[in-house]
């Protein structure tokens, strides 16, 4: 199993930590992996991207034309990465950040309205892990009990209080996750 991960949108989003998140949740399985980020100078409120991949086996180069999942959640992002998603593979986006949705027939097109939710929990901070309970739902990389020790690792301990409103946003990502048509 190897799956190549491309997520962008604005700094600020939690762009890089949701990569990060991923990135060591397979490393607590076990699996080879790669983060690889890049960012504009801004950082808050530029573009910024991650790739991601986890695989069974080494991975020979984290840099990619092509991914087999593309979590895309502003414009600028999807006019730059939607024809650079392998066919047949999967496009996740925000309903929120997009204004021309993904217009691509030969790939999945899924729809997270992971803003609108966040808000609902009252925690905007929340945005980026909804996202990722809706990718886990669709393509289990790794499991959650993973991503919760990833959580542990990435998160400096005086945030650790937070772990169990993130896990909660997880599972709400995979609730909410649905097919485009």
Known sequence: MKQEIIIAGFGGQGVLSMGKILA???????KEVSWMPAYGPEQRGGTANVTVIVSDD???SPILSQYDAAIILNQPS???FENRVKPGGILIYDGYGIINPPTRKDIQVYRIDAMDAANEMNNAKAFNMIVLGGLLKLSPIVHLDSVIKGLRKTLPERHHHLIPMNEEAIKKGMELIKEMK
Do not use: D, R, V
């Not at 060591?24 to 076990?30: A, D, F, I, K, T």
């Open 78 to 80: 999807l006019e730059k």
């Open 24 to 30: 060591y949740s397979g490393l607590m399985e076990g």
């Open 58 to 60: 080494k991975i020979s």
